[in-house]
């Protein structure tokens, strides 16, 4: 059976490629090379999703910098430039090491000196216990003087061990921070797609048959209309918006993640399908109840919409069988279902639907 693609999926997909083109032709316009990390850099500025990279972006001027590019996307934690960070990071602490074993191997030297001069110091004496007053001192000079380089070193040595171990904790917290932004959304400050991967993963190993664990895969309907006619910037305050209402309404064992341009994902532990479907509901109706005014027009309002797919996870089942079988009910749910939950006949064309008033 041939599925209809819905009409905003339409507009979507059409959106999607005029993005695509505008950034080729910007990255074109600038002289900007064509790696991988720069494509996602004008992506998500060209696209309205993060207003400050793209009034960074602008910034520059044109022909900027690959450094002063890849700055910006360090900067905003973009994904791509992740790997980018570690690099660096690496190499810093590379650097760090290496100095610290040069100094190390001179502290090595000196030491050896000192001990070398205190040798023969003792060997004088063994041989020459009634030595002049003059020729002892001349060897406790040197001695004195050999010493004093040494507490020198020592104390250089202990200075840059302590810089260094600073140093090494900066590295570990910007390390950690290219770790968050490979699972964190840069929009919305939520987990991604690939953390709720992870945390499903994780969930289903240890997952017990009385505690079943459903998948809400929700679409925020009308943000992508919102972006097209009054701008990025506004459809940027709604999603904000719409983030922080969804982070409000989980429990503390929950999870909500963005999964998508309009898509986020809940996951709710030890719930019916009927608890689900109230959940959902709940959610639906407080997206409907936001207002979102407009520049200018203090006295109109945009409001949005929500769809939502739903699945309870069976035994053995893996993150990859539950994010499709969310997806499939999704789907429906666009068609004008509004609550759809997953079946296993959803494939073929039939499924349980909830209407509106569905709670």
């Not at 950690?176 to 987990?191: F, W």
């Not at 109109?300 to 699945?311: D, K, M, P, V, Y």
């Not at 666009?334 to 909830?354: E, F």
């Amino acid at each position: 059976m041939t599925r209809q693609v819905p009409a905003d999926a339409g507009r979507s997909q059409a959106r999607q490629a005029a993005i695509i083109l505008k950034v080729a032709h910007a990255m074109s316009a600038h002289g900007i090379a064509a790696l991988p990390r720069n494509y996602e850099l004008f992506y998500e500025a060209l696209s309205g999703r993060l207003p400050q990279l793209s009034r960074d972006l602008a910034a520059l001027g044109h022909n900027p910098q690959q450094d002063s590019l890849d700055a910006l996307g360090l900067k905003h934690h973009l994904v791509s430039h992740a790997a980018l960070a570690a690099g660096r990071t690496r190499a810093a602490a590379q650097e760090i090491l290496a100095d610290m074993a040069g100094k190390l191997k001179l502290a090595l030297t000196q030491k050896q000196t000192f001990k070398i001069e205190l040798d023969r110091f003792a060997r004088r004496l063994a041989a020459d216990p009634v030595a002049g007053l003059s020729d002892f001192a001349d060897d406790a000079a040197r001695l004195r003087e050999t010493a004093g380089r040494l507490m020198n070193e020592e104390n250089a040595l202990q200075h840059a061990l302590e810089t260094s171990a600073q140093r090494m904790a900066e590295f570990e917290g910007d390390l950690a921070e290219s770790r968050r932004s490979l699972t964190r959304d840069a929009a919305t400050g939520l987990p991604n797609r690939l953390a709720l991967t992870a945390k499903l993963d994780s969930i289903l190993e240890t997952e017990r048959a009385d505690q079943p664990i459903a998948l809400l895969l929700v679409s925020v309907q009308g943000l992508h209309e919102m972006a097209e006619r009054h701008g990025g910037a506004v459809a940027a305050k709604a999603l904000a918006k719409v983030s922080a209402l969804f982070r409000k309404s989980i429990k503390k064992n929950d999870f909500v993640a963005r999964a998508g341009q309009q898509e986020f994902a809940f996951v709710c532990r030890d719930v019916s399908l009927e608890n689900a479907e109230a959940i959902a509901g709940r959610l639906r109706q407080s997206v409907e109840e936001l207002k979102f005014t407009l520049p200018g027009r203090a006295h109109t309002a945009e409001t949005l919409s929500l769809a939502a797919g739903i699945t309870i996870a069976q035994p053995a089942s893996t993150s990859a069988d539950v994010i499709n079988q969310a997806e499939l009910a999704l789907a429906g749910a666009r068609d004008g279902a509004s609550i759809l939950g997953y079946s296993a006949a959803l494939g073929r064309g039939h499924g349980r639907t909830y209407g509106q008033s569905a709670a």
